[in-house]
């Protein structure tokens, strides 16, 4: 059984939006800051959103800052990724990650228990 499953993705025109979600396990998700991470054809996967523990913070990758949202509901053990005003440079499997070490929070190495991705593809 995964740990961390994603969903929500699919295929839209730019300028539409979606929300992403991803259901963790107890053990993934409890007391951990939560991170969204991307992956495009021949790329390396690339830091997209953070959020702490609690909730109160988060930040963003500069190329989706303004239009993207992470948030978390810790009774439910999710964390969504709402995404508005898509381009076409957004599309890619998108992947949630639990913060498992310390280090940079855009720095995939630090995360664990990552689900096996939503594909977002957006169209011109």
């Known amino acids: 059984q995964a740990q961390l499953v994603e969903s929500g993705g699919g295929l839209v025109e730019a300028g539409d939006s979606l929300r992403l979600s991803c259901a963790a396990s107890e053990r993934a998700f409890a007391n951990r800051a939560m991170g969204w991470f991307r992956q495009a054809p021949g790329k390396e996967r690339e830091f997209v959103a953070f959020?702490?523990?609690?909730?109160?913070?988060?930040y963003y990758a500069d190329s989706v800052k303004g239009r993207f949202t992470i948030s978390r509901d810790n009774a439910k053990n999710t964390v969504y990724l709402q995404m508005n005003s898509l381009k076409p440079e957004d599309t890619a499997v998108y992947y949630c990650?639990?913060?498992?070490?310390?280090?940079?929070?855009?720095?995939?190495?630090?995360?664990?228990?990552w689900g096996q991705g939503t594909q977002v593809t957006v169209s011109s």
């Open positions: 959020i702490t523990a609690g909730g109160g913070t988060s």
């Open positions: 990650g639990a913060k498992i070490a310390s280090g940079s929070n855009s720095n995939r190495g630090a995360y664990g228990y």
